[in-house]
T-cell receptor
Framework: AQSVSQHNHHVILSEAASLELGCNYS??????LFWYVQYPGQHLQLLLK????DPLVKGIKGFEAEFIKSKFSFNLRKPSVQWSDTAEYFC???????????WGLGTSLAVNP | NAGVTQTPKFRVLKTGQSMTLLCAQD?????MYWYRQDPGMGLRLIHY???????AKGEVPDGYNVSRLKKQNFLLGLESAAPSQTSVYFC????????????FGDGTRLSIL
C-alpha cells in the first residue's frame, strides 16, 4: 500500500538555523510529491511540488526540496529559518493516476527568536 | 479571488444533532475533497468527488454523507453527530491534472458536546 512517512514529529530550532524535514514514501511507480505548510490557525498552503524534471525544486519563502528516487525521499530544506516559519509541515504523495493524495502525519516546527 | 470557501467557520452541536457543512469553489475544479484534521493524526480523507453527481468514500467515511449536485459545491453532512466527530474539517479542490495541487479552504471547527 502507498504511504508517506515523516520522521520528525516535532522540531525546535533557533532563528538562522538550517532546516531539513524528512519525507519518505512507498510506491514504485510515477509520483507527484508536495509539501504543504499550515501556519497556526490557518489552512494548508502549497510550499512546493515535484512532478518531473529537475529533482531539486524550489518553492516559496526560500524552501526547497530534493526528490531522490533511489531513496524514495522528498526532504524539505531551508538554509536559515525565521520565527515566521513556525508552522506544521505536511508531505503528500499522488501515486500514479490516483485521484487522492496520501498524506504524512505532519511535522510541527517551532522556531525560537 | 475567493478560491475555496467553507461555511460555517465554527459550530457547536449536541450529540445526535445533524448539520451540513458547505464548501464552494470558484476555480472550476473537477475534484473536491473533505478531510478531517485531528491532533497527531494528520489529514484524513472522509469523502471525495471527481465530478458533479459523483462521490466516493475516503478512509474515514462512517457517520458522514456528501453530495455534489453542482460542480462548484460539495456538501458534507453529519446525520447524527457524535463526540468523536469533534474535529477541524477542511475542504479542498483540484483540477484533474495529476501534478496540480489541492487548494484548501479555511476550515470549519466543529465541536460535538
Amino acid at each position: 500500500a502507498q504511504s508517506v512517512s515523516q520522521h520528525n514529529h516535532h522540531v525546535i530550532l533557533s532563528e538562522a538555523a538550517s532546516l531539513e524535514l524528512g519525507c519518505n514514501y512507498s510506491y514504485g511507480g510515477t509520483v507527484n510529491l508536495f509539501w504543504y505548510v499550515q501556519y497556526p490557525g490557518q489552512h494548508l498552503q502549497l510550499l512546493l511540488k515535484y512532478f518531473s524534471g529537475d529533482p531539486l525544486v524550489k518553492g516559496i519563502k526560500g524552501f526547497e526540496a530534493e526528490f531522490i528516487k533511489s531513496k524514495f525521499s522528498f526532504n524539505l530544506r531551508k538554509p536559515s529559518v525565521q520565527w515566521s516559519d513556525t508552522a506544521e509541515y505536511f508531505c503528500a504523495l499522488r501515486a500514479g493516476n490516483n485521484r487522492k493524495l496520501i498524506w504524512g502525519l505532519g511535522t510541527s516546527l517551532a522556531v525560537n527568536p | 479571488n475567493a478560491g475555496v470557501t467553507q461555511t460555517p467557520k465554527f459550530r457547536v452541536l449536541k450529540t445526535g444533532q445533524s448539520m451540513t457543512l458547505l464548501c464552494a469553489q470558484d476555480m472550476n475544479h473537477e475534484y473536491m475533497y473533505w478531510y478531517r484534521q485531528d491532533p497527531g493524526m494528520g489529514l484524513r480523507l472522509i469523502h471525495y468527488s471527481v465530478g458533479e453527481g459523483t462521490t466516493a468514500k475516503g478512509e474515514v467515511p462512517d457517520g458522514y454523507n456528501v453530495s455534489r449536485l453542482k460542480k462548484q459545491n460539495f456538501l458534507l453532512g453529519l446525520e447524527s453527530a457524535a463526540p468523536s466527530q469533534t474535529s477541524v474539517y477542511f475542504c479542498a479542490s483540484s483540477t484533474r491534472t495529476a501534478n496540480q495541487p489541492q487548494h484548501f479552504g479555511d476550515g470549519t471547527r466543529l465541536s460535538i458536546l
